[in-house]
Protein backbone atom coordinates (compact mmCIF):
# COMPACT_ATOMS: atom_id res chain seq x y z
CA UNK A 1 0.00 0.00 0.00
CA UNK A 2 2.95 2.23 1.33
CA UNK A 3 4.77 1.73 -2.47
CA UNK A 4 1.74 1.92 -4.72
CA UNK A 5 1.17 5.71 -2.52
CA UNK A 6 4.77 6.49 -3.08
CA UNK A 7 4.45 5.94 -6.69
CA UNK A 8 1.53 7.75 -7.29
CA UNK A 9 3.36 11.04 -5.47
CA UNK A 10 6.00 10.26 -7.53
CA UNK A 11 3.80 10.09 -10.79
CA UNK A 12 1.75 13.31 -9.35
CA UNK A 13 5.47 15.47 -8.81
CA UNK A 14 6.51 14.44 -12.66
CA UNK A 15 3.56 15.82 -13.82
CA UNK A 16 3.44 18.76 -11.85
CA UNK A 17 6.98 19.74 -12.86
CA UNK A 18 6.15 18.95 -16.65
CA UNK A 19 3.23 21.59 -16.21
CA UNK A 20 5.66 23.46 -14.47
CA UNK A 21 8.19 23.85 -17.88
CA UNK A 22 5.15 24.30 -19.90
CA UNK A 23 3.69 27.42 -18.40
CA UNK A 24 6.58 29.13 -17.40
CA UNK A 25 7.50 28.46 -21.43
CA UNK A 26 4.21 28.87 -22.55
CA UNK A 27 4.52 32.60 -20.89
CA UNK A 28 7.45 33.65 -22.32
CA UNK A 29 6.35 31.67 -26.20
CA UNK A 30 3.66 34.38 -25.73
CA UNK A 31 5.57 37.19 -24.67
CA UNK A 32 8.16 35.92 -27.64
CA UNK A 33 4.89 36.24 -29.83
CA UNK A 34 3.69 39.76 -28.46
CA UNK A 35 7.07 41.24 -29.12
CA UNK A 36 7.14 39.90 -33.21
CA UNK A 37 7.97 36.53 -33.43
CA UNK A 38 6.08 34.14 -35.30
CA UNK A 39 5.59 30.16 -35.87
CA UNK A 40 8.47 28.57 -33.64
CA UNK A 41 11.17 26.19 -35.31
CA UNK A 42 13.27 23.44 -33.28
CA UNK A 43 15.18 23.39 -36.43
CA UNK A 44 15.92 27.31 -36.23
CA UNK A 45 16.42 26.25 -32.69
CA UNK A 46 19.36 24.15 -33.36
CA UNK A 47 20.96 25.88 -35.51
CA UNK A 48 21.02 28.88 -33.45
CA UNK A 49 23.10 26.39 -30.85
CA UNK A 50 25.57 25.88 -33.27
CA UNK A 51 25.66 29.22 -35.10
CA UNK A 52 28.95 30.89 -34.74
CA UNK A 53 29.14 34.46 -33.51
CA UNK A 54 30.77 37.12 -35.42
CA UNK A 55 29.71 40.26 -33.11
CA UNK A 56 33.11 41.61 -32.09
CA UNK A 57 36.06 40.17 -30.48
CA UNK A 58 33.90 38.76 -27.47
CA UNK A 59 31.84 36.39 -29.38
CA UNK A 60 33.88 36.02 -32.40
CA UNK A 61 34.65 31.72 -33.29
CA UNK A 62 31.94 31.03 -29.93
CA UNK A 63 28.88 29.04 -30.72
CA UNK A 64 26.67 27.63 -27.74
CA UNK A 65 27.89 24.30 -28.69
CA UNK A 66 31.26 25.62 -27.30
CA UNK A 67 30.24 25.13 -23.66
CA UNK A 68 26.95 23.48 -24.19
CA UNK A 69 27.76 20.58 -26.83
CA UNK A 70 25.57 19.58 -29.64
CA UNK A 71 23.10 17.91 -27.46
CA UNK A 72 21.63 19.53 -25.02
CA UNK A 73 20.85 16.66 -22.90
CA UNK A 74 24.78 15.98 -22.02
CA UNK A 75 26.25 18.15 -19.57
CA UNK A 76 28.84 20.80 -21.13
CA UNK A 77 32.15 22.67 -20.03
CA UNK A 78 32.51 26.29 -19.63
CA UNK A 79 35.40 26.90 -22.27
CA UNK A 80 37.49 29.81 -20.33
CA UNK A 81 36.83 28.05 -16.80
CA UNK A 82 36.25 24.32 -17.01
CA UNK A 83 33.44 24.29 -15.02
CA UNK A 84 31.02 22.00 -15.69
CA UNK A 85 27.24 23.07 -16.63
CA UNK A 86 24.23 21.23 -16.28
CA UNK A 87 22.37 20.11 -19.19
CA UNK A 88 20.29 22.46 -20.78
CA UNK A 89 17.33 20.20 -22.06
CA UNK A 90 14.79 19.76 -19.30
CA UNK A 91 14.24 15.60 -20.07
CA UNK A 92 18.15 15.43 -18.80
CA UNK A 93 18.04 18.66 -16.26
CA UNK A 94 14.32 19.10 -14.63
CA UNK A 95 15.74 22.14 -13.00
CA UNK A 96 16.01 23.95 -16.66
CA UNK A 97 13.20 26.34 -18.08
CA UNK A 98 11.16 26.75 -14.34
CA UNK A 99 12.03 30.22 -14.12
CA UNK A 100 11.14 32.67 -16.34
CA UNK A 101 13.76 35.41 -15.12
CA UNK A 102 16.39 32.95 -15.29
CA UNK A 103 15.86 32.05 -18.50
CA UNK A 104 15.59 35.38 -19.71
CA UNK A 105 19.28 36.18 -17.44
CA UNK A 106 20.57 33.55 -19.43
CA UNK A 107 19.77 34.80 -22.77
CA UNK A 108 21.25 38.21 -22.11
CA UNK A 109 24.47 36.77 -20.95
CA UNK A 110 24.82 33.91 -23.19
CA UNK A 111 23.10 35.59 -26.64
CA UNK A 112 26.04 38.57 -25.92
CA UNK A 113 29.00 36.31 -25.16
CA UNK A 114 28.47 34.13 -28.23
CA UNK A 115 26.47 35.97 -31.03
CA UNK A 116 27.85 39.24 -29.50
CA UNK A 117 24.37 40.96 -29.46
CA UNK A 118 20.79 40.40 -27.82
CA UNK A 119 19.07 37.29 -29.09
CA UNK A 120 15.52 38.55 -31.25
CA UNK A 121 11.93 36.92 -29.56
CA UNK A 122 12.29 35.14 -32.54
CA UNK A 123 15.66 33.28 -31.77
CA UNK A 124 14.85 33.23 -27.93
CA UNK A 125 11.38 31.16 -28.77
CA UNK A 126 13.11 28.77 -31.60
CA UNK A 127 15.70 28.43 -28.99
CA UNK A 128 13.14 27.25 -26.19
CA UNK A 129 11.39 25.01 -28.89
CA UNK A 130 14.32 23.25 -29.89
CA UNK A 131 15.26 22.78 -26.40
CA UNK A 132 11.92 21.02 -25.24
CA UNK A 133 12.12 18.74 -28.56
CA UNK A 134 15.31 16.95 -27.43
CA UNK A 135 14.84 13.75 -26.32
Known sequence: MKKSVMLCGLSLMGLLL???HAATV???LLQYQREGATGFSAAA???LLNRTGQGGPEAEGKNCASCH???P???GQHAKTG???EPLAPVANPERLQDAAKVEKWFLRN???TLGRICTPQE???FLTFLLSVR
Open 73 to 75: AKP
Open 111 to 113: CKG
Open 45 to 47: GQE
Open 18 to 20: TEG
Open 26 to 28: DDL
Open 83 to 85: KVI
Open 124 to 126: KGD
Open 69 to 71: TTH
